[in-house]
């Protein structure tokens, strides 16, 4: 047994993601019978299993464990007004432009030359950009590029199944962010939960977002998962340096989920790149791209931590007047704003934004907990050394002979019976090698094998996944050695006192 000082190699690139997640049920393409949908997934039995235990650690982390959060689900289909006063109607689009050379269509914003040096982004001419050859194509380098169109990335739809398609009353939006059915619930939650500021509000659900480009497996795709909280403080709280405490706290949370820190990175949004609503944003980057030579370019963004101001819940009031004195929300028939029992004063709290994403979470994992190693027969295996808390299987219960009734039955009855305190399944379809290495490539920490000792002396052997390491361990005690070293958290029903 090689257990001492193993070598991993990690993940080199997506691709063998891809290739493992599609292999053991994690991730498969989506509508493949019908030869795919662009860049949709679907997830399988295990990455059903790691999705909800990525979003069970961050409800845990965020609305169970610290008591200043609530949690919410809103629905995903909102009154189209929720998202004209968000803002998103009139701006939530990318700005587009095609090269006439190589026929490519790209993000402009994305291109070389576009933002002259130190300009904001009000502060300069697009088109006059463009037409000046100042800006190149990424494809081919040409600077014969069209004007910049923009179009509106929510998704449409039209409510009633008798409505006209072209009936503007009958229009209605598929929720780009999770966050506005947060705004628009900011006074039910906080008058029936009696709450003070600062709290917080969480929500977890899928978005979607009519991206040109979607790509690069789960990480950039049209409907994706969304874990996002807004944190309601006063307006004179110390805004800039609670978006640092909160990047802190989730890099914390991400290292927990097994992520190494060198693959994390901070990275503040500079000014002419901010969202609409936003002050300030920095996002947390994974180096999804370590196959790439220049270092600048493995990152991209695994969530923001934004800085929202008062933006929202004022534009959903039905009380703010413009400098003519007329209701800049004329639709509103509610006032958001928040009275202060202690300085008796009336105000719109201001909103910190941490929004991460289920899926880029997922891909971060997979990459992090992705590894090779060479056994003492010279033979490769892939272990993933997925946390405990989000390995899709706790325990596999595994029998040494398949032939053996008595084996088999000992062995189905102790999955039965660990079942009600972990995640456990039994499988017999192989040679033992074979199912010790298959449990490793889909990361299940520990694997219990029942063998002929076992009849006579009620014990079996507990393998870990990461050393390779056998352990001899008494039915009567192996639900609660199991739960003692998957800690923490082997199941959210179970949670220590
Ligand atoms: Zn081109």
Redesign the pocket.
């Known amino acids: 047994m090689n257990s001492v000082n193993p070598v991993f190699v990690p993940a080199p690139n997506i691709d063998t993601i891809v290739s493992l997640a599609k292999r053991r049920g994690f991730v498969f393409p989506s509508s493949e019978v019908y030869g795919g949908l662009g860049s949709a997934w679907d997830y399988g039995p295990l990455g059903v299993e790691l999705c909800n235990n990525v979003k069970q650690s961050w409800w845990r982390w965020l609305v169970y464990e610290r008591d200043d959060i609530e949690g919410i689900d809103s629905s995903i289909i909102l009154n189209r007004l929720v998202w004209q006063y968000s803002g998103h109607e009139a701006t939530f689009h990318d700005p587009l432009v095609d090269?006439r050379?190589?026929?490519?269509r790209m993000r402009a914003d994305k291109l070389e030359g576009y933002f002259p040096e130190g300009a904001h982004q009000a502060d300069f001419d697009a088109n006059a950009r463009l037409r000046a050859g100042l800006v190149k194509?990424s494809?081919?380098?040409?600077t014969n590029l069209t004007d910049e169109r923009h179009f509106n990335m929510m998704f449409r739809t039209m409510l009633g199944a008798a409505a006209d398609e072209n009936d503007p009353a009958a229009l209605a939006y598929l929720r780009p962010e999770t966050a506005q059915g947060i705004f628009i619930n900011f006074l039910n939650v906080q008058t029936t939960m009696r709450r003070k500021i600062p709290f917080g509000i969480a929500q977890v659900g899928k978005s979607f977002r009519n991206e040109i480009t979607p790509g690069n497996f789960i990480l950039r795709t049209r409907e994706f998962e969304q874990m996002e909280m807004e944190y309601f403080v006063k307006p004179d709280a110390e805004h800039l340096q609670l978006v640092d405490e909160w990047v802190e706290l989730y890099v914390e949370w991400f290292k927990e989920l097994g992520i190494d820190a060198a693959n994390l990175k901070l990275h503040e949004v500079p000014k002419d790149e901010l969202a609409h609503y936003s002050k300030r944003t920095v996002d947390i980057m994974y180096r999804y791209f370590p196959e790439r030579a220049e270092e600048e370019r493995q990152w991209e963004e695994l969530m923001g931590i934004a800085y929202r101001t008062d933006f929202d819940l004022r534009s959903h009031s039905s009380k703010p007047v413009d400098a003519e004195g007329n209701r800049v929300n004329p639709d509103s028939t509610e006032d958001l704003s928040y009275f202060d029992e202690a300085t008796k004063q009336r105000f719109y709290p201001h909103v910190i934004e941490p929004a991460a994403g289920v899926n880029r979470t997922v891909l971060a994992v997979l990459m992090d907990a992705y590894s090779e190693r060479t056994n003492d027969k010279g033979e490769t295996r892939v272990i993933l050394k997925l946390s405990p808390q989000l390995a899709p299987i706790k325990a596999a219960i595994l029998p040494l002979a398949k032939n053996k009734p008595e084996i088999v039955g000992m062995a189905k009855a102790i999955k039965r019976s660990l079942q009600p305190v972990l995640r456990a399944v039994y499988d017999d379809t192989g040679g033992i090698g074979k199912l010790y290495a298959r449990q490793d490539e889909i990361g299940t920490p520990m694997c219990v094998t029942v063998d002929h000792q076992s009849l006579e002396d009620e014990a079996v052997t507990v393998r870990d996944r990461d050393t390779w390491e056998q352990e001899r361990v008494k039915v009567s005690d192996l639900a609660e050695h199991l739960q003692k070293r998957l800690k923490p958290y082997p199941n959210p029903l179970l949670e220590p006192v």
């Open positions: 090269c050379e190589c026929k490519s194509c494809e081919c380098g040409s």
